[in-house]
């Protein structure tokens, strides 16, 4: 069968819809409103009569489909976190009369940080096969609703905006061209038509807020965006999307058609995202993104290979044999690029009321910036317990915020909190911060650490040192980047630093009779501290899986009774050559003049050389370097389905060979004096103080070999240092990262 000719490229598309016109296909040609609501009325009616009906000459159509499923975390400072990607590939065929899409998955292939369930365990459908008709299956199908009858007015079907009774249930704006759209000689306007639900929609409804477009000449849907509003018995119940106290959440899709042979649009980018903001996390969200994209297209083939559907039954999906599955080989993007390039805050201006930046001001709201500063256990304050609330002023003072969070530590008997407003345009943060911190010295730390909480509180390990830092710090910062990933940032204020003692001697449980170690020791003093850092890419952290590079530099200095100059550089990085998965992180720094303990580098077993203990080296100046290279078996990749719809990603083992090394080394008798106010013991043969870290007199490295599991998110093997004779210890870890 023939493949169809696409009479616009996807390619184009795209860019053309998000308002990027300017190539050789296309043209802006803005233009004021219509002249009266009657213009824009018509517009719609026309519309709502060609979308009634799918076009004569198209019955069915078949497809290819690639999805990509991914897990994202976004933290405070709004950088994506990959924790979980799912490469789908489908055939697909739908058929107008009756309706019916058939969806067969027939490859697959995962990453991730961990093993886990695999996302079509909780979806049993994720696209939409047309834009046709009064009613839509909108963003996900419930694997529970996947492959049963559904009838035209099931409640989980969303009501089109342009259905026959769409006035009950939608008000419409706008209606002016956004772009003129050049293809095969025909010019075609695209209007974009503003749409939302009423507030008075009658019964129970799932309604699009949002926008659509329109193919002006054909009257055709080309664009659906928006964000996804529930209504029961009238009543919008779920506007920001969760019913559960304390979440927040939103479900956002996109459509984008194509014109296919000239005569109809027919689906080419799909996506929906489930967003959550969890009250507890602060500013931290989670995303389900689902990307798909069709083609090989072929309209009026209506041939299936695979299980039909059922009678009743919209949506089919089933999954080729795990032999069929393992064969396949026509990937069309690398894993993990359909969610390189998209980006969270792309549906801010169709997210809830809750989370805009506009409008009145809202009331004072639960809102802390990280778990630690409502909860969190460690050796120094045991049990810390606490509030953090804020204030969105929004209209009445565009972009102001202001917060604060007060708790007590029980065991220290002492209070700590925060007292901050800034004010956030386009991409400038500007601010002031008043606090009172526990904080810590660890470095070279991953993304997301936020203490030792759980470790110590059930296991008794507490790898962190504490000192008591009071500071008032003033702050600029500036996202760059075409998506303002990347971020410059300077701060600076006075800090005063003092001294800790530890309160308690373990958590509840602890191994072999062992409790915390000791916290280590500072130099108290005041200063005026001075930070200037510069992030690129830094979704790219070496821990989770996004691809590509990322870097970072910091520049510290302390002026005053303490005084110190720190500078840092670090890298990471994540890529396939060929059939072999890399990843890389290496971190670097230096001090500039006489040291002082609390800013001296600490490495050890939590850093990487796991062959070493707790912070078993330090110095003014140290670097660490972790590489793997990993390599996935051909087989085993299929998802394993269980019972009860449960479906696990494929096993997928493989190998894979990586190096830990380290070094950190002292200056001068100025650094060495810096490791004994750290920590130190006396050598019992000698009689003389001897420091807790030291240096590591040369690299220290370790080498370790693995078989890995679930495309590497389960290793075990064995390690041994390189730097000396040493024993072949067992390993294991979760995750692919370090």
Known sequence: MAITRLRSAFFFAVPLLLGAAGTSSAQAVTRSAPDSLSELASLIAEASLVNARVPERLHAYRARLETEMSLVIVDSGGRERTAQLEQVASEVRWRGRPDRYDQRVIGYRNQSIGPSFSLMSIFGGWTTPTLYGNRLRLGVTPASATNRAVSENAATLAIHPLATNRDAYYLFGGGDTAVTFFSNGRQIPIARVTVTPRPDAPGDAVLLSGEMYIDVERKQVVRVRGRLVEVRDGRATIKSGSRIPGVSGASFVELVNVEVEGDYWLPAYQRTELQARIGPFGGLRTVVRIVSRFHDYRPNDSTWSGPVAAPGVRHNLTFASSAQQQRYDGWTQAIGAASNDVYYSEFDDVAPTEWATGG???????????????????????????IALAKDFRDASPGLSVRGSVGWAWSERTARGMLGAQRTRGGTTTGIRLERALAHTNDFQPPLSWGATMAALLGSTDDFDYLDRRSATLFVSQAL????????????????DHAVQQNISRGLFVAD???????????????????????????????????????????????????????????AARREIGPFQLYARADAGALIGDPVPQAMFEIGRSEGLRSYGYKEFAGDRAALGRAVLGYTLP???????????????????????????????????????????LGATVDPAMGVLVPLSRPTDGVRASAEFLVTFFSGALAVGVTRPLDQRGPWKFTGRIGQGF
């Open 360 to 386: 009145a001001a809202t009331g004072i709201r639960f809102s802390p910036r990280s778990l630690g500063e409502v909860f969190r256990f460690n050796r120094v304050e045991g049990l810390f317990t606490g």
């Open 481 to 496: 980047g075409l998506k303002q990933r990347s971020v410059f940032r300077i701060e600076a204020g006075p800090g005063s």
């Open 513 to 571: 009779g062992e409790g915390f170690v000791p916290n280590r020791g500072i130099r108290e003093g005041d200063y005026v501290r001075t930070v200037a850092s510069l992030e690129l890419n830094p979704d790219v952290s070496g821990l989770f899986v996004d691809r590509g590079v990322g870097s970072k530099i910091r520049y510290e200095r302390a002026d005053g009774e303490l005084r110190w100059q720190r500078v840092e550089v670090g890298g």
């Open 635 to 677: 087989f085993l990749h299929a998802p394993i389905r269980l019972p009860g719809r449960l479906i696990l990603p494929g096993l997928a083992p493989g190998f894979a060979a990586g190096i830990h090394a380290g070094w950190a080394g002292t200056s001068g008798p100025a650094a060495d004096a810096a490791l004994l106010e």
